[in-house]
């Protein structure tokens, strides 16, 4: 059947509809734009160097119909795969883009094997298009987490990871950057978290000779895994509850009702969000296999390494994590860094963080002895500003947090002088060292300085080094017998109460039978109620009486209490203690209640046996490994401001806000002003003749005038 004036192969996206929708009807017009294809494709071999439209047009136009006649478009996919691989690098930009937007296209209709792309596309990344390697290493990331969606293909997964690690060594920096780009990537979106990923980047990414590839591999084991974020702002802002119960009283819009299902929609995710289960993502660092072999070729690295001095901090930053981490035993690494330790280099303060990171309590106190000794010597002397030593006393606090036994005793004595320095982030820091020992190591410190004993203090036991104090109970876990004894007491007392308000119950039950009831006169009732109110006035006397004797007995017994909570326990109750708490660990099964009693029983060792403020826990303290830079660079002081920032404080406030003082009312303020306006700004002299005619008016004076106006307006009207 021929077709009269058939417009179609000029209109390519009509054509494509058409053919989706009955490809049988529409066969012959695809086999002409088929053959269209071949010819214009020998054209453009003849000159790949140009962008041809024409091409373009027609193999995205085959390579969206291609499911409709899979026996006709076998080669199809190939052609294009040839032709990117003859002339790669000199086709033009567009071109290139276009034919690989085909190959997607094909890819997502399974026409194409992964692995074949994935080599193709790693041919194509040393051309010179940025915006076709940003297109293509996404298109590499989405095609292997949809491999990876519903569940995972081991085999195809092996295959692909050996093909990128082999791209990890290529001599060519836009490749290796771009595998050791999707191997990150990959790994924070938890495609390929396993250990094998984690060992590849730092056997091959962290001693890569291009700097490029080096650097990403260390931010990569610098960077914390990303928590969970959420959908949208706006999720935050709205609250389910509350728009649901406004909506009620106000009036229904179709705006609020929109509101309403979106509010649903958010309340819907938070619940799903809520009731799924946790997903705890390690640290990289955590996932190495050989950490002291990974350590020392790294520091090998920094001593003979040329690179910047960035690059060496965040190599310093890994080993030191490394060190702290897994407790790891690098000697040469403390020397190496007392070396930086000088108040005038540069990002001095990273440099004591990595100090700190690098301890543990595993480290002999004689090979940290070089790091607190710099930072004595060069931070913590009076030559120095007061910021320099406060920072160096916040480097020792944190360097003694992981590991008490790396500072001497005299050495601590001399920085705990320190606590009455007349500057006040000094004077803090070193009171911040003595609150560390205190509660870690008070027998370093002098008697004055250690406070006064608590429950806590008396457990505590000064540990060598190399020692562990492994507790063979759950400290704090007497307070369960504790617990129950008080409520066994509550029960029984509730018991006898209930027993007694039955037996007066009863009493009052008793029988009354007509020989029981007396029958008296009226003289007798007169009597009878004088004497009771002779007896109740002596029963109130003695109820004052006992009542005040009872309310004397209860402040002695109160502060009873208080001076055996302040009593300070001795060290065979302690004892004591120690063996209930290892017999109520023997004989029960803790539950999450009972292990936050004990929690609490811990805090209150602390301030027992002392008078104190209640002591107040943060549930959200970040207990990482990690050093805080704002603990060592945390400094207590007031800043002076002169005149000049005084002046630029106020003259920042007083911006965007409105000219103080009389408002003009104007709407234009060219306009011209009443003369009542402007007498406001004359001076006294102008209008003191107008202010004498002003005499003050009697009340009946102010009544006639009022009749009379009212008088007036209704003739008026």
């Known amino acids: 059947m021929v077709r009269h004036n058939n417009q179609l192969p000029n209109n390519l996206t009509q054509l494509q509809n058409l053919v989706k929708r009955d490809p049988d009807s529409y066969k012959d017009e695809f086999r002409q734009q088929l053959a269209h294809f071949d010819t214009t494709l020998e054209i453009f071999q003849l000159n790949p160097t140009q962008y041809n439209k024409k091409l373009d047009e027609q193999a995205m136009f085959l390579a969206q119909v291609t499911q409709c006649y899979q026996n006709d478009m076998k080669t199809f996919p190939q052609k294009i795969v040839d032709i990117l691989k003859t002339h790669n690098t000199i086709l033009h930009n567009d071109m290139r883009m276009a034919l690989c937007k085909c190959l997607i296209l094909l890819r997502n209709k399974n026409f194409v094997s992964s692995f074949d792309l994935l080599e193709l596309f790693f041919s194509l990344i040393k051309c ?82 291009i700097t490029k590839v080096m650097v990403a591999s260390l931010k990569f084991f610098l960077s914390r895994d990303e928590e969970e974020k959420p959908n949208s702002d706006s999720e935050d802002e709205v609250d389910p509850r509350d728009t649901m119960i406004s909506n009620k009283f106000n009036k229904k819009t179709r705006k609020r009702e929109k509101m309403v299902d979106k509010v649903k929609k958010i309340a819907k995710k938070i619940k799903k969000r809520k009731e799924k289960a946790p997903v705890f993502n390690f640290s990289a660092l955590h ?68 100090a700190a990171q690098a301890a543990h309590e595993l480290v002999p106190p004689e090979v940290i002895e070089p790091v607190i000794k710099a930072i004595a010597n060069n931070f913590i002397t009076e030559r120095n500003s007061t910021d320099v030593m406060a920072v160096g006393l916040n480097a020792v606090r944190e360097i003694c947090t992981r590991c008490p036994l790396a500072i001497t005793e005299d050495l601590l004595q001399d920085f705990v002088q320190y606590k009455t320095y007349k500057e006040k982030s000094v004077m803090m820091a070193a009171r911040s060292l003595i609150q560390l020992y205190r509660q870690s190591m008070p027998k370093m410190l002098h008697k004055k300085d250690r406070g006064r004993p608590s429950e806590a203090s008396l457990e505590l036991k000064t540990k060598k080094y190399g020692e562990i104090d492994i507790k063979d109970y759950v400290p704090g876990s007497e ?9 066994e007491k509550k029960k029984v007392s509730k018991k006898t109460k209930n027993e007694i308000e039955d037996s007066e119950d009863e009493w009052v039950d008793v029988a009354s039978s007509d020989e029981d009831i007396h029958i008296s006169t009226d003289s007798e009732e007169s009597d009878i109620s004088d004497n009771e109110d002779e007896e109740e006035e002596k029963e109130d006397e003695e109820t004052n009486a006992d009542k005040e004797k009872q309310n004397l007995d209860k402040s002695v017994a109160a502060k009873k209490i208080v001076k055996t909570k302040q009593r300070k326990l001795t060290p065979e109750e302690i004892e004591a203690k120690i063996k209930t708490a290892r017999e109520v660990a023997m004989g029960k099964i803790f539950t999450d209640e009972d ?27 970040d207990s990482s490994e990690l050093v805080k830079l704002s603990d060592i660079e945390n400094i207590y002081k007031k800043r002076k401001h002169d005149k000049n920032a005084r002046l630029e404080t106020v003259l920042k406030g007083r911006e965007e806000r409105e000219k103080f003082g009389f408002k003009d009312r104007r709407k234009n303020v060219n306009c011209s002003k009443t003369n009542r306006e402007k007498r406001k700004t004359k001076s006294y002299q102008m209008i003191k003749h107008k202010a004498k005619g002003k005499i003050k008016r009697s009340f009946k004076e102010k009544q006639i005038a009022f009749r009379n106006y009212l008088i007036k307006q209704k003739k008026m009207s």
């Not at 050989?290 to 001593?303: D, H, M, P, R, Y």
């Not at 307070?479 to 409520?487: D, F, G, K, Q």
């Open 479 to 487: 307070v369960l017998l504790e617990s129950e004894e008080i409520v």
């Open 128 to 209: 010179q298009d940025k915006n076709l390697r940003e297109y293509l290493k996404t298109h590499i990331i989405t095609d292997i987490k949809n491999l990876n969606m519903k569940h995972k293909d081991m085999k195809l997964n092996s295959t692909l990871q050996n093909f990128i690690f082999t791209m990890l060594r290529d001599t060519n920096v836009k490749t290796a950057k771009l595998a050791v780009d999707i191997l990150i990537e990959l790994y924070h979106k938890n495609i390929w978290n396993d250990n094998k990923t984690v060992n590849i980047i730092a056997d091959i990414g962290c001693f890569s000779k």
């Open 287 to 354: 996932l190495i296999n050989n950490a002291q072999g990974f350590a020392e070729k790294l520091f090998k690295q920094v001593e003979s390494s040329n690179e910047r001095f960035e690059v060496k901090l965040m190599t310093l930053d890994v080993i030191s994590r490394l060190i702290g981490l897994h407790n790891l035993f690098l000697f040469n690494y403390y020397p190496f860094i007392a070396r930086l330790l000088m108040p005038h280099q540069r990002e001095v303060t990273r440099i004591l963080q990595f």
């Open 595 to 621: 292990f936050k009693r004990i929690e609490a029983a811990q805090l209150k060792k602390h301030v027992s046996g002392v008078k104190r403020k209640k002591v107040v826990v943060d549930e959200e303290e």
